[in-house]
């Protein structure tokens, strides 16, 4: 379809078969080299009884051609500084842009086998899992957190260094949804998630970045206030829990000094101010907002985004990342969470771009076992990459094997059409 969709070719067969369907058909075509920026092919056309032979070129960043656009529709350009950021590598360069063109022409299948011609001819390993990770396996052996809080804390430190620079927003999210860190399972452990936390946090403190971690406190009216489940006690553990900061240890100082803690709130952003007593230290502003799993509740007056957009509001351009949000509305009274000012919410909670992701898919949504894939996006300009897990014969282990990608989140009918039976 490259050649029909992308080349004067395909406005050619439109052009020809309006009159006699069929008379004018590409029958096959092959690549008869490659470039930095296009595709070269050799074209097979059956005109009449005839078959004959045109050489064409596809630009990587093309378009379909003007009678191909409604059959296919185009997507954005790949953008050059997220493919240069992402890897220095042409292959994976190549790839990337490549994927754009199959899911133009809907050739989604395609772009899995792309990701892995990427990794097997020496790229960077964009989208690439480690074997044997077991998630099935509850509790994850410790290497297994270890590895999925070292990839959220390089995004996240990532993206913090584009924000700073103007070339990614200050609104980010990260959803990182493995067994234990997926409070609709019964394996859920709120361990792994202040782990996750305080890995994310001492990651961005280590490059004197002041990091403000907060949850949100209680809501509601009257009687009826609390925080979330998930939530529950979780600003108390964060404190309590072994930051190794103490005199003498790793992070001597850091918690209180660089690590800071608090509620979801504009009242909670600090900003610098200088000392109004003499001898006493200037108060140095929060550079860096982490928010853990803000959510709404069930009820009046339970929704988290008035104070959310407040806090971000007050951050002006300092980055707010939130870790594992649930911003979509839950029942209450008088529809304050269903009708009255639901577009401006959809609006906001939208406006926070997705700077790592690991999700895992299942078979059922009513069982959580066995994994089918997962769904993931490695880091702030890294594209989407969607995996299926396969058993080496003889329980020699797993692999997560890349079947699509694209650089937008992927949908759920085209996910399905790419996975093996």
């Known amino acids: 379809p490259f050649v029909k969709a992308f080349s004067d070719l395909g406005t050619t067969a439109i052009k020809k078969n309006a009159w006699i369907g069929g008379s004018y058909q590409i029958i096959d075509a092959s690549i008869t080299d490659i470039t930095q920026d296009e595709l070269c092919l050799d074209a097979s056309i059956k005109q009449g009884e005839k078959i004959k032979t045109e050489s064409v070129k596809v630009h990587l960043d093309s378009d379909p051609v003007a009678g191909m656009k409604r059959t296919y529709p185009t997507l954005p350009p790949c953008n050059p500084m997220h493919l240069n950021h992402a890897s220095k590598q042409p292959i994976d360069n190549f790839v990337r842009r490549m994927n754009r063109l199959c899911n133009i022409v809907k050739a989604y299948s395609a772009t899995g086998k792309m990701i892995q011609l990427g990794v097997q001819m020496g790229g960077k390993g964009v989208g690439k899992l480690n074997d044997d990770m077991y998630l099935n396996q509850v509790p994850h052996n410790r290497f297994v957190r270890k590895y999925f809080y070292d990839m959220a804390s390089e995004a996240a430190l990532d993206a913090t260094i584009l ?12 959803t990182v949804m493995f067994p234990e860190m997926n409070p609709s399972m019964d394996s859920y452990r709120i361990g792994t998630l202040l782990e996750l936390a305080r890995s994310i946090a001492i990651k961005l403190a280590e490059q004197n970045l002041r990091v403000r971690v907060c949850v949100q406190g209680s809501m509601g009216v009257g009687i009826f206030t609390g925080v979330p489940k998930q939530l529950n006690g979780v600003h108390t553990l964060l404190q309590r829990m072994d930051w190794e900061s103490e005199p003498g240890e790793e992070n001597d100082g850091m918690v209180g000094d660089f690590v800071r803690f608090g509620f979801v709130g504009k009242e909670h952003v600090i900003n610098a101010q200088k000392s109004e007593k003499e001898g006493e230290p200037d108060v140095e502003q929060d550079d860096v907002f982490l928010l853990i799993c803000p959510q709404n509740m069930i009820g009046l007056e339970s929704s988290i985004i008035g104070s959310l957009s407040e806090m971000v509001d ?19 009274a008088q529809g304050q969470q269903s009708i009255r000012g639901r577009q401006a919410r959809i609006d906001f909670a939208s406006s926070f771009e997705t700077i790592f992701q690991f999700q895992n898919i299942y078979y059922s949504g009513t069982s959580y076992f066995p994994i089918l894939g997962s769904v993931v996006k490695l880091g702030p300009l890294e594209p989407w990459v969607a995996h299926q897990r396969r058993d080496l014969m003889n329980n020699d282990g797993e692999v997560y094997l890349p079947v699509y990608a694209s650089e937008t989140a992927p949908e759920n009918e085209v996910l399905m059409t790419t996975f093996a039976k």
Not at 163 to 174: A, D, E, P, Y
Not at 317 to 330: G, M
């Open 314 to 332: 007050a951050a002006g351009d300092r980055p707010v990342i939130l870790l594992n949000p649930d911003l979509v509305d839950k029942v209450s």
């Open 163 to 174: 924000c700073s620079k103007k070339q990614f927003t200050n609104r980010m999210k990260m």
